[in-house]
């Protein structure tokens, strides 16, 4: 009997395509794994009607449409701040726990024509704001890998999801680290596209300026057909960039002989866990035994990373979030003295801890008075990591380093220290402060008990060298027996 849940994206959708399996019969497979894992709590919903529905109507369109169709009878996951049409978008928020989209993301609609079936939508920290996935109203989603411990966050559920075979691949977002943290404690592969390069249309903002939709997969080569089909320019977003999608697939293979990788000092000096330095190490020499030259390099301005991403971040979030009122859409107070009160216990019960916490922060900080202070002085250190790394990549053809300072951590563990969560993100906020492209690859050394990623980095829009990069420290993995 064929085991469905192995086979990748390609395999899966060219074997549907070639009638060996149905539509129907991917989805099923993957909506009955989805129900036998639910003590993972990865889906906020799963929609097995529309899925099998949706399925059906795929099995019945003829061969010559279906052959254009790059994900034809593939299930996929998406984040739950991630619109579809017809279904609830909560953002993993009381507040919006009944609200139901009239329309579809561009990235959705991309999906559903190149053939795909929407399984369902994912837990995430609640708005996105987390690092653990914690702090969800849907309430907590674990690591496949060992119950106890986090999946990562905020795309936590997709990560999970993915990690235990529920779903094949999933979309999930990047604001600060929000793919690669996940997918480093899950073991997937998880992609942040550079800043423009995918539409932002129908994700709910939660700083616009930073967040990217981006696709977590078991493989390399399943993120890169997944970009091709969700990449491209979208007029409903003024920050789409109109540039071609290269075929990222059909790119993957080539010498590495010659490339530069940067290994930034800073992320591998110190701070890191036994298991995360030694898994980095491996990766280096990996690369060395590639032909590509390792170079240190330094970015001065990187111990602010985090302090410029919680200043500009809240800031944004604090704006964003002021239409959630109880006036136009989601959660209302039931009962009130007048509008005032009604705006204020409003959004008393529909926001959680961290949600005001950031609220509250990001006022703060655009308050009269303290603007220049915080988020104007904020805006400027960003320029200058910014001009670090541009400075970096006049060395190099790409950064890499750890994903997260350590493997997956205990629930629990971090949730009421807001700043060590905080600095969860210590490696990954950089290429969001800047707008690159950055993967986190699985990368198992000798002993691993729980995943550990490995983090690239890359110049704007070269997603398709990261990516080459990115296959060929995968396939060295699993030739060494390690993967």
Same mark, same amino acid.
Request: glycine residues 12%.
């Given at each position: 009997m064929m085991d469905i849940g192995r086979l990748s994206l390609s395999e899966l959708s060219g074997k549907a395509l070639a009638g060996e399996i149905s539509a129907e019969e991917a989805a099923r497979w993957f909506l009955t794994r989805a129900h036998e894992q639910q003590q993972i709590n990865a889906f906020i919903k799963l929609d097995d009607e529309g899925a099998l529905a949706r399925a059906r109507t795929l099995d019945s369109i003829d061969t010559e449409?279906?052959?254009? #169709? /790059?994900l034809f009878g593939v299930p996929i996951a998406i984040k739950d701040n991630i619109c579809v049409a017809g279904e609830t978008t909560t953002c993993g928020s009381r507040i919006l726990q009944h609200f139901v989209s009239p329309y579809n993301a561009t990235v959705v609609e991309k999906l559903i024509s190149a053939?795909?079936?929407?399984?369902? !939508?994912? %837990?995430?920290?609640?708005?996105?704001m987390g690092s653990s996935t914690e702090t969800s109203f849907f309430g907590i989603t674990r690591n496949p890998h060992d119950l106890d411990r986090s999946p990562g966050g905020s795309s936590g559920g997709s990560t999970a999801a993915v990690a235990a075979g529920?779903?094949?691949?999933?979309?999930?977002?990047?604001?600060?680290?929000?793919?690669?943290?996940?997918a480093s404690f899950c073991g997937v592969v998880g992609l942040k596209p550079t800043y423009g390069r995918v539409s932002r249309y129908g994700l709910v903002a939660f700083a616009p300026s930073f967040d990217q939709i981006g696709p977590i997969t078991r493989n390399v080569r399943d993120a890169a057909l997944m970009l091709e089909v969700i990449a491209g320019h979208d007029p409903r977003d =003024?920050?789409?960039?109109?540039?071609?999608? +290269?075929?990222? =697939? !059909?790119?993957?293979?080539?010498?590495?002989?010659?490339l530069k990788v940067g290994v930034i000092k800073e992320h591998v000096?110190?701070?890191?866990t036994p298991l995360v330095a030694k898994t980095v190490q491996d990766a280096m020499l990996a690369l060395e035994r590639l032909g590509v030259e390792i170079i240190p390099v330094s970015l001065p301005h990187l111990n602010y990373a985090v302090a410029v991403y919680y200043i500009l971040g809240t800031g944004e979030t604090s704006s964003n979030l002021l239409r959630y009122d109880g006036v136009r859409y989601g959660h209302r107070a039931s009962s009130y003295s007048d509008l005032v009160d009604m705006y204020r216990k409003t959004r008393r019960e529909g926001f959680g801890q961290e949600v005001k916490r950031r609220i509250i922060l990001g006022t703060f900080v655009l308050s009269t008075g303290y603007y220049e202070a915080y988020y104007l002085k904020a805006q400027r250190v960003r320029t200058l990591i910014i001009q670090d790394l541009r400075t970096a990549f006049e060395r190099v053809d790409m950064l890499m380093g750890p994903t997260s300072p350590q493997e997956a951590f205990k629930i629990g563990e971090k949730i009421e220290d807001p700043l060590t969560m905080y600095l969860s993100d210590i490696f990954t906020?950089?290429? %969001?402060? &800047?707008?690159?492209?950055?993967?986190?690859? +699985?990368? %198992? =050394?000798?002993? %691993?008990?729980?995943?550990?990623?490995?983090?690239?980095?890359? /110049? =704007?829009?070269?997603?398709?060298? #990261?990516?080459?990069? &990115?296959?060929?420290?995968?396939?060295?993995n699993s030739q060494t027996g390690k993967e």
């Open positions: 449409a279906r052959a254009s #169709m /790059r053939g795909a079936v929407i399984l369902g !939508k994912t %837990n995430l920290d609640e708005f996105a529920c779903a094949p691949c999933a979309l999930g977002t990047d604001t600060g680290g929000s793919i690669r943290q996940p =003024s920050t789409s960039v109109n540039r071609p999608v +290269p075929e990222f =697939s !059909k790119l993957l293979d080539g010498d590495l002989s010659g000096e110190g701070g890191l906020i950089p290429a %969001n402060l &800047a707008g690159l492209p950055a993967i986190s690859i +699985p990368y %198992n =050394s000798e002993g %691993n008990a729980l995943p550990v990623g490995v983090q690239l980095i890359a /110049r =704007s829009f070269d997603e398709a060298g #990261m990516l080459r990069v &990115a296959r060929a420290l995968e396939s060295d």
